[in-house]
């Protein structure tokens, strides 16, 4: 594995900055998924982050020359990616979820839920739009709390609860709740599972709990051990807060309610752990899976299987 990134002896355009970032994230065999899937992409984001300019910039920038102190602010970035082997989020303080930035830190995990995709279509037809506009939506394990916020920019007539047990997290919930300006309509709350919430009731309860079993723990990469492992781990077969979640749904669920859960490759776990209840598992355009989609009713009538 590649511990240092050499100098390189005169500064060199954008674009061979990437080309050269690239290279080096190969070598060292870095693993992407926060964010990027590709080294090209990482080496992008840290260049365009490192100068400050906007990802949407003409292509023509790749062109553009860079000082040395640049360059120098440029590799410095490519070398913690390297050296840390932490998600590049983690080193931007930034990343991006549903088309919004997020601060992110140590303390969240960085976003990347394929209920993104949910969000953009107002979560249609799960809430359909016929019903009253005063919706409430509660976001629960919230993290950094992109899924409540962005819920809320997308549907601006909701009231949205965004709760985690972590304190550190909320901070970070709590400025992001602060730099979209949605803090008359988003409410952070510290709450383990329900355990803390006020006694309210949702149309919807969206959920991206910790959901990783132990052997997908024991074999994750070192930029998946760099998150918050309270985020993560969720008992031996990755569902000790997603029965907790059946058990006790239905009671903050309003009649019509639905609840959405994502227990990505913890689907299985899901399957056997109650073979008789008919999840509903949703398909995803961009990509992503083991998201199951239940009602108050079917939690109701399947409350005995949930022990």
């Known amino acids: 594995m590649t511990k240092n990134i050499p100098s390189i002896p005169s500064p060199q355009s954008i674009g061979e900055c990437i080309q050269y970032g690239a290279q080096q994230f190969e070598k060292a065999e870095l693993f992407f998924g926060h964010g990027t899937d590709n080294a090209e992409d ?25 000082t040395e102190v640049e360059w120098d602010h440029v590799n410095s970035l490519f070398l913690r990616r390297v050296t840390e082997r932490v998600p590049a989020a983690y080193i931007t303080g930034e990343a991006w979820f549903c088309g919004y930035p997020f601060a992110v830190n140590e303390h969240v995990l960085v976003p990347r839920s394929p209920i993104a995709e949910l969000i ?105 051990q760099a998150e918050p492992a309270i985020a993560l781990g969720s008992g031996d077969d990755g569902l000790d807060i997603t029965r907790r979640l059946l058990k006790e749904a239905a009671n903050y669920l309003n009649d019509n309610g639905v609840m959405i859960v994502e227990v990505g490759n913890s689907w299985e776990n899901v399957e056997a752990a109650f073979p008789n209840v008919p999840f509903m598992w949703l398909g995803f355009e961009s990509g992503g899976h083991g998201v199951f989609v239940i009602s108050k009713q079917e939690l109701i009538r399947y409350q005995a299987e949930f022990v």
């Open 42 to 66: 990482e080496a992008f984001w840290l260049t365009f982050y490192a100068l400050g300019l906007p990802f949407d910039t003409d292509a023509s920038v790749l062109e553009q020359k860079i």
């Open 120 to 224: 953009a279509q107002r979560y249609q037809p799960w809430l359909s739009s016929s019903v009253d506009q005063s919706l409430k939506i509660l976001d629960m394990c919230t993290g950094c709390g992109c899924i409540g916020i962005a819920t809320a920019l997308h549907m601006p007539d909701t009231l949205v609860d965004i709760s985690d047990i972590s304190t550190e997290a909320l901070h970070v919930a709590q400025e992001n709740i602060l730099f979209h300006k949605v803090q008359d309509r988003v409410t952070a709350i510290q709450s383990d599972v329900f355990n803390g919430l006020p006694g309210n009731t949702y149309d919807l309860i969206v959920t991206n709990p910790p959901y990783v079993d132990k052997a997908d723990i024991d074999s994750m990469p070192a930029e998946y």
